[in-house]
């Protein structure tokens, strides 16, 4: 029994690539070259260059004395926080862009919600000197302003989706649209594990060096490449997928995702997809997510925007339904609060997606000689004003 994903492009029952058939050549030629490509000694190489001097890794693993005094036990952090551009999501842009010039593309296109994976797009995309197309809701473009300013000022040309509630959803259908009219140049970044085989592969594995530095940093550190548990965030679920990734079949390693109970798991305005979610497809994957009994997809909601997703990715859809990771919902109200205790005890102001992550001391007590380590996704500079707001600082 394996955890990760089977040659058919599914984890369990979860993933596949339902899309329609106009849709098709696009994913089948990115499914028969992605992992061939991934295995050339040269883009290895240049994989791994970028990362070091680009993006900063390895990000360091931190022993965060105060935070573990506190609880009792002994906690790690993951510092995916002081990675360029301020979070995991480069991890994977950069592993995209690269794929997209093996395969001749010219041309990028990338749908954005909060606009962070559109930054990451766009950061990529000014390295490399390529053309860049974000699609974002016209909602989401006037709430998210600075966001906006970085990619265009990175050379990306922002596109406003009209229609619907003219946000994510809007912005994913747009950019698919465009992908259906340039199938030969264009490349489609996706910025999450979701949406069809091999997308959610090929992310984890360009996340996967999350897991593959704990490992040997941990060895370092305590002797053992295996910590006790494994900790994260989860929206689409890319930055835990990536930190469980070479974990998934050693199950002495606990896993456990968090994801957005916002106000309340059962108060119609949440994100925690896996526990309120039903079998469904979305963005051309079979998976976990939030929808009426009519099958009509939930709104989501979550103080951060980088978790309300009404999906998962098939892979977190397995792992909640096998029971390899526990799954737990936080409020937005936990969520805060352990992002300021984060602030105060370790000097690391945390994106609030991560500060899910850390509420977890509320929840579950962990034993003094546990090794847990949390995955610090993103640093808080982009959420400051919500933390300002909220704490009326
Ligand atoms: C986007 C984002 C997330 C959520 O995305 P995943 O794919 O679930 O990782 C979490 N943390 C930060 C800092 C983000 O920017």
Not at 218 to 244: H, M, Q, R, W
Not at 311 to 332: C, Q, W
Request: glycine residues 10%; aromatic residues 8%; contains cysteine.
């Amino acid at each position: 029994m394996t955890y990760n994903i089977n040659d058919k492009g599914y984890y369990g029952e979860f993933g596949g690539a339902y899309i329609p058939e106009m849709l098709y050549p696009n994913v089948e030629e990115l499914r028969q070259n992605y992992l061939k490509i991934m295995a050339e000694p040269s883009f290895k190489e240049e994989f791994d260059q970028l990362l070091k001097d680009y993006v900063g890794r390895p990000s360091p693993l931190y022993f965060a004395k105060r935070l573990s005094e506190k609880y009792n036990t002994k906690i790690y952090l993951k510092r995916e926080d002081l990675n360029h551009t301020g979070a995991h999501k480069v991890n994977n842009t950069v592993g995209q862009i690269l794929m997209a010039q093996r395969l001749g593309k010219t041309r990028i296109i990338a749908e954005t919600g909060a606009g962070q994976h559109g930054v990451a797009t766009a950061t990529v995309c000014a390295l490399m000197g390529i053309e860049c197309i974000v699609y974002m809701g016209e909602i989401d473009i006037a709430r998210q302003a600075p966001n906006v300013a970085r990619m265009k000022m990175l050379g990306a040309v922002v596109r406003p989706a009209l229609s619907g509630s003219r946000t994510l959803k809007d912005a994913t259908n747009e950019a698919i649209r465009d992908w259906i009219n340039n199938p030969v140049d264009t490349h489609y970044i996706i910025g999450s594990v979701v949406g069809p085989h091999p997308y959610p592969d090929m992310v984890a594995r360009f996340q996967a060096i999350v897991s593959e530095e704990i490992q040997w940093q941990l060895k370092d550190k305590e002797g053992t490449t295996k910590p006790d548990y494994v900790i994260a965030c989860v929206g689409g679920g890319s930055n835990a997928a990536g930190a469980f990734y070479h974990y998934l079949d050693d199950t002495d390693v606990k896993l456990i995702a968090v994801e957005a109970a916002g106000k309340g798991i059962h108060s119609g305005e949440s994100a925690a997809t896996s526990i309120l979610g039903h079998e469904g497809i979305i963005h051309g994957s079979k998976t976990l997510l939030m929808q009426t009994n009519d099958g009509q997809i939930t709104e989501p909601y979550s103080i951060s925007a980088g978790l309300d997703y009404p999906g998962v990715g098939p892979m977190h859809a397995h792992l909640y339904k096998s029971g390899r990771a526990e799954f737990i919902a936080i409020t937005d109200d936990e969520a805060m609060k352990a992002g300021l205790e984060l602030s105060k005890l370790e000097g690391i102001i945390p994106a609030i997606e991560s500060s899910h992550a850390f509420a977890i001391f509320d929840q579950k007590t962990f034993k003094p000689d546990d090794i847990v380590v949390i995955n610090l996704s993103g640093r808080g500079d982009k959420d400051l004003q919500n933390y300002i707001d909220y704490f009326k600082l």
